[in-house]
Nanobody, 115 residues
């Protein structure tokens, strides 16, 4: 069974940093790509960053140069380092993966950027 548990969210001032973590259970982790999505109030959920099995990454344009996705296969964990945060980054952030054509999601972690 696949379980994803996010942590690391919180309240931060504009220009600050946070690091999100997503701990995955199950034996799939090292053989699957992992993604971070976010959903702001009143908006559709959007893909923020993706990392392949081999470590290739991709980002939505609005976070390029500010966010970094990494993975530690030994710890079954994927991270999202978020720097130079802006109020428009405020959202619930979700970790997700697809296994055998099924999408699995964590419960989400709230990130609020405000002074």
């Amino acid at each position: 069974q696949v379980q994803l548990v996010e942590s690391g969210g919180g309240l931060v001032q504009p220009g600050g940093s946070l690091r999100l973590s997503c701990l995955a259970s199950g034996r799939f982790f090292s053989e699957n790509g992992m993604s971070w999505y976010r959903q702001a109030p009143g908006k559709q959920r959007e893909l923020v960053a993706f990392i392949t099995i081999g470590g290739t990454t991709n980002y939505v344009d609005s976070v390029k140069g500010r966010f970094t996705i990494t993975r530690d296969n030994a710890k079954n964990t994927v991270y999202l380092q978020m720097n130079s945060l802006k109020p428009e980054d405020t959202a619930v952030y979700y970790c997700t993966t697809r296994l055998n054509s099924v999408d699995y999601w964590g419960q989400g972690t709230q990130v609020t950027v405000s002074s």
